[in-house]
Structure formats: C-alpha cells, structure tokens
C-alpha cells in the first residue's frame, strides 16, 4: 500500500472508529438525566448532570497533560484506552450503582423500562466497543530511514531513542506554551467565546433534552421526543459545518458574519425555549411537569429550537476553530489545548448548575455569555484583519 493510499485508509478508520464511539456516547449523554431520574425510585440514586460535569472537569485539566501521555504510549494505544473508558461508561447504564456510575465518569475525562434500558444500553456499549477495535486497524507510516548498507542496526536504535526524546522535549513545550498562550490578549478575549461554547454545548447535549422529556403536556411521546431532538440537533451541526466550514475558505467577509449569524440563531432559540418551556422543566421529578410556560407546549417548536441549537452551535465552533489556526498557526496544539480546557471546564460548571437552576436561568446565563463572547470575537477578527491588511494571507485558513 502507497504512503498516500494509506495516509488515506487511516483517516476512514479514525472516523469511522470515531462515529461509532461518540455516537454511542453522546446518545449516552443526551438521555443520562431522563434514564437516572427514573432509576432514583430505586435503591440507585443520582445525577446525569454531575455524571457530565465530572467528567467535562476531568476532561478540561486532562487537556493539558495530554501531549505528554501521547508522547509516551503513542496515539494508537492512547485511543484504544479512551475508548475503553468511553465503553465503561456506557455500560454502567445497565445496571447502574452510584460508586460505579460517578467512577466511570472519572475515566472517560481521561478518556424507561427495566429491560428496554437494558437492551439500549447494551446495543450503545457494543457500539462503542466496535469503535474502539477499530483503532487497532490503523496502519503505522512507513519510516523514512530505511537500514541500508551504511546504516548499522545501532545507529537506527540510536535514531528511535532521539526520536523518543525528541517526542518528550515536544511534549514539556507544549505543556509551558498551554500556560503562556493563556496569558496573551487573543486569548483571554477568544477565552470568552470558548466559555460561551461550553456553556451551550452542556445545554443541547444534555439540558435540553431532559427538559423535553420531563413535560407532560407532550404526551406519550415526550420521551421519544429527545432522539429526535438529538437527530435534529445533529441536522444543524451538519448542515451549519458543511456551509460555514466547508465554504469558509472563499468567504471574503472573514468571519464575524457567521459568528453574527451563530448568536442570533442562537437567541431566537432561547427565547422560543424560553416561551415554550416552564421553568421547571430541567430538575422536573420522575414524574415530569404540568407547568405550562408563556404559549401552550409545541412539539413542533422543540424540535425547530433543536435545529437551531446545532446550526448556532456550528457556527461558533467553526470560527473559533478557523481564527485559532490563523493566529497561532505555529503553536497550533498548545492554542486547541487551552481551547478545549476552557470550553470543559465551563461545561463542567454549566451540568453542575444545572441540577439547581431553573431553566429561564440557564438561558440568561447563556444570553450573557453568548453577548459579551460575541463581541470579544468581533475585536479579536478585526486585529486579525489588520494582519491580513499587513500581509498575511488570511483566506487560507
């Protein structure tokens, strides 16, 4: 097989492998609430929202150390761990116990009825193992020293032990470079953005859905609502990711129009939210809610704000992943690092709220955040602007 053809065959796997993981585990985590609420009339209780937000805390201080624990096992066998832990998690949902439960939530940061919760927990852990088997597929690069007559096997073993040096030294500098970058004022004003992404990110994946489900006025569907609020919300990643991410390259209005559009399409949906779902409705009991809010509840327009919720969504995370290689296009590991630690530990923060907050509280906290992150954006895309205006080539990125 070709350097290319297998540069190639590697990525299908890693997307694949990873389909099927984070499928299983984000399915996981939409119906962890709705799943433990009805579970907490037996002897096990408690949280899916301080499942989450441990492990979003785990995940967030696990960012920076990562590199280094890359560096010395190798990314393969780094995945294979991950998913492992992944599959743990999932698994506990089968039968649940509480030490169990919030221990596995632990790992994956480093990493209805009784029989019908079962069987879909069941199907979602072989999903994910089925994912995590596949990483073994992958097919290592051929080296580009290859032993020749005037290579001694000592100077090859000398070449793989500098090599392994070299990882590490590579690994401590991204580590000192993470905390550096979390100083510079790009940063900290993208710092503000990246806090608004995690904040939403808890919302749609596990708030919202929780609150689907816990209102009565939607009848005997209300619990098959929250799939398809997954699939719509889904629909909205996909479709906002192929226009604003796929396209951005030949966008010569740069990119404060998407992040513009991002907000606004994100607060037509909090205030349909907003109208359409009582107050009560995240830490609603096992026997839901007959609130009714401001209009009487519409299945309809759930689903239109699940829609929405993923488009806006895509939007920001496009954008703040496309500025952030454009600004530290060499030092782009050690940027993503700081990035991914302050949207987890926000979204550790935001599950942990959301076992006491009502809900039109959750909304003004991510009015806010989502206002002030808007404009700490806008500033930081008009300096990079001003670098284009100098002579970079800013449609590249």
């Known amino acids: 097989m070709s350097p290319e053809s297998k540069k190639l065959f590697n990525i299908i796997i890693l997307g694949v492998a990873f389909m099927f993981m984070f499928t299983a585990f984000q399915t996981c985590g939409n119906v962890a609430q709705t799943v433990i609420r009805s579970l907490n009339s037996t002897d096990f209780h408690g949280s899916g929202y301080t499942s989450m937000a441990i492990i979003y805390g785990v995940f967030s201080a696990s960012n920076l150390i990562t590199p280094s624990v890359v560096a010395i096992v190798g990314p393969q066998l780094s995945m294979f761990a991950s998913g492992i832990f992944y599959s743990m998690y999932i698994a506990v949902f089968i039968q649940p116990f509480p030490w169990a439960f919030y221990t596995a939530s632990v790992f994956i940061g480093i990493a209805a009825a ?3 919760r079962r069987t879909v927990f069941i199907a979602l852990t072989v999903i994910s193992l089925v994912g995590t088997v596949l990483f073994f597929l992958i097919r290592k690069p051929d080296s580009e020293n290859v032993l020749g007559e005037d ?3 000592d100077d090859q073993d000398l070449e793989v032990n500098e090599s392994a040096q070299n990882n590490m030294a590579k690994a401590v500098d991204a580590f000192k470079k993470s905390f550096k970058l979390c100083t510079t004022k790009e940063m900290l004003l993208l710092s503000i953005t990246t806090a608004y992404t995690g904040l939403e990110l808890t919302f749609f994946s596990g708030v919202y859905g929780t609150c689907i489900g816990a209102i009565n006025k939607f009848g005997t569907e ?5 799939g398809l609020s997954g699939i719509f919300i889904g629909i909205g990643e996909i479709l906002g990711g192929s226009l604003f991410g796929l396209l951005s390259k030949n966008n010569r209005f740069g990119r404060n129009p998407v992040v513009l559009l991002g907000i606004l399409v994100h607060f037509i949906a909090f205030y ?7 107050g009560d409705a995240p830490i609603a009991p ?3 809610t007959n609130n009714i809010a401001y209009i009487k509840p519409s299945k309809e327009v759930a689903i239109f704000c699940s829609f929405l919720l993923g488009l806006g969504d895509s939007c920001f995370n496009t954008q703040l992943l496309s500025i952030l290689g454009f600004l530290y296009s060499e030092d782009s590991a050690p940027a993503f690092a700081v990035f991914k630690f302050v949207q987890s530990i926000c979204a550790a923060v935001a599950f ?3 076992n006491y907050l009502l809900l039109h509280w959750q909304l ?5 955040f989502g206002f002030f992150g808007t404009i700490s954006f806008f500033a930081v895309e008009w300096e990079a602007a001003a670098i284009v205006a100098r002579g970079s080539d800013y449609r590249s990125i």
Do not use: C, Q, R, T
């Open 114 to 116: 009784e029989s019908d």
């Open 151 to 153: 290579e001694s096997s």
């Open 222 to 226: 209300e619990k098959s609502l929250i």
């Open 272 to 278: 349909l939210i907003f109208l359409n779902m009582p």
């Open 286 to 288: 096992i026997e839901g």
């Open 352 to 354: 942990f709220y959301s």
């Open 364 to 368: 003004l906290v991510m009015v806010i």
